[in-house]
RNA sequence: GGCGAGGUAGCUCAGUUGGUUAGAGCGUCGGAUUCAUAACCCGGAGGUCACGAGUUCAAUUCUCGUCCUCGCUACCA
């Protein structure tokens, strides 16, 4: 993976830009912010010249759709969440070095001079469009406003691009009876021109910087998703949108037109670095255009394709920029077994946990960490987080840190005593100490978090080991001075940790510093043994953790419970009966009870399952698309009610004779409709 | 359907350029201990490394196929 970061003489992180539409949640944090923040922390603390972006992201269509719902203003839904979500990373102890926003005129400007370059360069194709166009409010439409009747299911509210009924993707065009979410009316077809970044044409050299280049220190998800979408051949992506909300496009005749949000969120993090340079005076172009500057982008795995293909695309072309080195996405964070959701509410929310949990960022930092979903989606559980405060953070660092202190307390009033004779384990110890740092730090050089934390933790095992191993408590009654060994070398692991800690639990190293009496020290400054020095005054023993009991962990779980029944609750949305019809209507429909003789899940499909039913007239094969909610060998022998006078159908090679009868709900789960009791296979439905 | 990532102990993960008894942390069980927030320390149990076939003297590791999870993409209803 990454080649030694010694090669660099700065480096610019960037973590993604959340979008203000919501709140900061713990699969944010665990894909992106606390990866993000542990890496910057450890470059400053080697010393290293970093600068560490965030912002908000604050254009696009689904903030202005909710700023119409709760009649306000795009800029005021921007307003309170980019307040809101600034202000918990910051408790968080998220170190950014500037955390701007997109609806700031920096941004502005620089997004538009980006364009504007690119435009006279002629870097962009331009094309023309017909798009629906609503008369009376004179705007194009985006397709999330506009509603019609889904093509496939019916459903009369689905979307310009999706049904929510049914979940089918669709285009604008696709919806009968289409009407304009603004004033209701039927919207027109109208041309309009819009730019478009030619990304079939950078085919070559991003496999060349890619797939050849990247093959060995990119991780294998974000590689292979690359290697997707340059297989799959890329296509031209418009850069600009008819929208009222976003950035101006910066060229003649084009009201109306606003660059598309992913064009302009990840210039962001250039409109924030600027912003920085204002505030600091310094220079900000070294860190986006020397090739001495070593660019990181920290990101989920929804936005590989933006940050390793759209955006370097953008940046090469432009012709002055640096691209990135490495983007180490993460893949997705669950949270007790299900997706979170921040329209569903499932989800621990950041500024919730900051007030009910006061004072254990810490603690959240290191289970997001423990459990980052480095390789593969992973799942949050209150029980593990549980787990992971009581017999880690607080038996394993905590109880390493207070009893040491605690016996240096007892015996030699909280001083530091003189290390005397070393004995042949004690330097043992001493060895192993010294390798901490490069331990640990290759770990993070290479992205991986996990291990990088679980070395730093085993720092701390090493300590308890040997004052365990040691026994002051016994030694103390024959050989001061041997005690005044072991105490010296126990202390000088604490220092070691609140050093080697710091990237992970930012507010405990911090305590212990604070405990320990020093100064923040540096990453090189760890590995020694003389930190402390010999009739050092400590502060008192105070705990860093405290134990996190059941009945907190039930609060939250239910809490959570909660959520899910009121989702339950939303989603039983009914749909209205469908039109009379007549008596001899439903008699020319023969429905049959029959019986499941055999079932088996057909390979390579999502939810078909072929069946073989025994109707009481004859035997005969049904492809049903019940596969998500039934398996195979636990329907066999099952009765159900099946259409038997349906034109059979070929569906995937097989063909069907009939239909089983399945009742659907809102969420698109099936169940089957059976009778009461068992009862005569063939036995008629009316 | 195409493509990508993953499938290793109860949980979270490491590992194998193919080679004797497959590792760690947490949990669990037992022991020891009392400086410490029933914490620390020692030890045990626990895995046919998703499944099947092939290559090989030897495969968890390579090849092919199948299944499952997640994502992207296409299509069908």
Not at 35 to 64: C, M, N, Q, W
Request: aromatic fraction near 10%; charged fraction near 30%.
């Amino acid at each position: 993976m990454a080649q030694s970061n010694k090669n660099f003489k700065r480096f610019t992180v960037t973590s993604a830009l959340p979008y203000a539409n919501g709140p900061i949640h713990i699969g944010h944090l665990a894909g992106v912010y606390v990866p993000a923040d542990i890496f910057v922390r450890y470059l400053r603390s080697k010393g290293e010249d970093v600068i560490f972006i965030g912002g908000s992201d604050e254009h696009g269509v689904p903030i202005t759709i909710k700023a119409r719902q709760q009649g306000v203003t795009p800029q005021e839904i921007v307003d309170k969440y980019h307040t809101m979500i600034r202000d918990s990373f910051e408790k968080f102890g998220i170190s950014f070095d500037v955390y701007s926003r997109t609806s700031a005129p920096i941004h502005h400007d620089t997004a538009a001079e980006f364009f504007r370059k690119m435009y006279e360069q002629g870097d962009f194709i331009e094309k023309t469009t017909m798009q629906y166009y609503d008369e009376e409010a004179h705007q194009f439409l985006a397709d999330r406003y506009i509603t019609g009747t889904c093509p496939h299911c019916s459903y009369e509210k689905a979307y310009g691009d999706q049904c929510e009924n049914c979940g089918t993707s669709l285009s604008p065009t696709d919806l009968i009876n289409p009407k304009s979410a603004l004033s209701g009316r039927v919207p027109v077809q109208k041309e309009t021109k819009h730019w478009y970044l030619p990304l079939d044409q950078y085919e070559g050299w991003l496999r060349e910087w890619i797939l050849e280049g990247h093959k060995d220190d990119w991780k294998p998800n974000v590689y292979g998703q690359c290697k997707s979408w340059i297989e799959q051949g890329l296509q031209p992506r418009a850069v600009t949108r008819d929208l009222n909300w976003g950035v101006r496009v910066p060229i003649e005749n084009t009201e109306g037109k606003v660059l598309y949000v992913w064009f302009d969120a990840p210039i962001g993090y250039i409109s924030a670095t600027r912003e920085w340079s204002e505030k600091t005076g310094k220079d900000w172009e070294p860190y986006w255009k020397d090739e001495g500057s070593k660019l990181i982008h920290f990101i989920g795995k929804d936005n590989i394709v933006f940050h390793c293909i759209i955006f370097p695309g953008m940046l090469k072309k432009e012709g002055t920029y640096i691209l990135p080195d490495n983007v180490p996405a993460n893949e997705f964070l669950n949270l007790e077994g299900d997706k979170i959701s921040t329209s569903r509410n499932w989800a621990v929310w950041l500024h919730e946990y900051l007030e009910e949990f006061p004072g254990k960022q810490d603690v959240l930092r290191y289970t997001l960490c423990a459990n980052a979903p480095e390789t593969k989606d992973n799942d949050f559980t209150w029980k593990d987080f549980q787990a992971k405060n009581n017999n880690e953070l607080l038996a394993i660092y905590g109880n390493l840190i207070n009893r040491t202190i605690v016996l240096t307390e007892k015996y030699f009033n909280g001083k530091v005593p003189e290390r005397q004779k070393i004995s042949e384990d004690d330097k043992a110890i001493l060895e192993e100490i010294k390798k901490f740092p490069e331990r640990i730090g290759s770990k993070l050089d290479h992205y991986r978090f996990r291990e990088a934390l679980s070395e730093m933790m085993n720092l701390a095992r090493l300590g308890n080991k040997y004052l365990t191993d040691s026994e002051p408590w016994k030694v103390i009654k024959t050989d001061e001075d041997r005690v005044k060994t072991i105490l010296n070398i126990s202390l000088q692991i604490c220092a070691n940790l609140s050093i080697l800690s710091e990237p992970f639990l930012p507010f405990t190293a911090e305590k212990l510093t604070y405990l320990l009496n020093i100064k923040p020290l540096r990453w090189d400054e760890a590995g020694h043994s003389d930190i402390l020095e010999s009739g050092h005054q400590l502060n008192k023993a105070e705990y860093l953790f405290e134990r996190i009991d059941d009945k907190v962990i039930e609060t939250q779980v239910s809490k959570l419970l909660e959520a899910k029944k009121q989702n339950e609750a939303q989603e039983s949305g009914v749909n209205p009966a469908k039109e009379n019809i007549v008596y001899d209507d439903f008699a020319r429909i023969d429905i049959r009870v029959g019986t499941i003789l055999e079932a088996e899940k057909i390979a390579k499909t999502k939810k078909l399952i072929k069946l073989k039913i025994d109707t009481g007239i004859d035997q005969r094969t049904v492809v049903s698309g019940i596969a998500e909610y039934y398996k195979s060998k636990d329907i066999i022998g099952k009765q159900v009610c099946i259409l038997v006078n349906l034109e059979p159908r070929k569906l995937r090679g097989i063909e069907s004779q009939g239909m089983i009868l399945m009742a659907e709900d809102a969420n698109g789960k099936l169940v089957f409709v059976s009778p009461a009791e068992k009862f005569m296979n063939g036995s008629e439905v009316k």
